[in-house]
């Protein structure tokens, strides 16, 4: 069996609902493609562009993947799949929650939200 890790990047995916193309990194961990009936818990991870290594200038990372690899290691957590979903630059709208802004004016002080 594998004993590494493995980032796989998907690039260029076309995020519909915020009218956006991002890319997604999925961390893998070992032994994944040798264990293929298996199933894994899956974490998601929003600024998925920090979460793996390397860094660089104005880019830190969280090394989630090294965090993981120790931990699986160690017997610490069952091996799962990580998944970091870059952000877009500008940022034209929160992607993390899905609330409207009154309108400019509005003296209801109700708040909209879409389902």
């Keep these: 069996?594998?004993?590494?890790?493995?980032?796989?990047?998907?690039?260029?995916?076309?995020?519909?609902?915020l009218g956006n193309?991002?890319?997604?990194?999925?961390y893998l961990p070992p032994g994944y493609h040798e264990?293929?009936?298996r199933h894994y818990p899956v974490l998601y991870v929003h600024a998925g562009q920090r979460a793996f290594g390397p860094s660089?200038?104005?880019n830190e990372t969280w090394n989630m993947d090294q965090?993981?690899?120790?931990?699986?290691?160690s017997g610490q957590i069952e091996s799962l799949?990580?998944?970091?979903?870059?952000?877009?630059?500008?940022?034209?709208h929160n992607e993390f929650y899905h609330?409207?802004?009154?309108?400019?004016g509005c003296e209801c002080g109700l708040l909209r939200y879409r389902l």
Excluded: K, W
Aim: aromatic share 4%; glycine share 8%.
């Design 1 to 17: 069996m594998s004993t590494h890790s493995v980032i796989e990047c998907l690039e260029g995916i076309q995020a519909s609902r």
């Design 21 to 26: 193309i991002r890319n997604i990194y999925v």
């Design 35 to 37: 264990q293929t009936a």
């Design 56 to 58: 660089g200038p104005g």
């Design 67 to 73: 965090a993981a690899d120790a931990l699986i290691s």
């Design 81 to 92: 799949i990580i998944v970091g979903i870059t952000h877009v630059r500008p940022v034209m």
């Design 99 to 104: 609330f409207i802004a009154p309108e400019r």
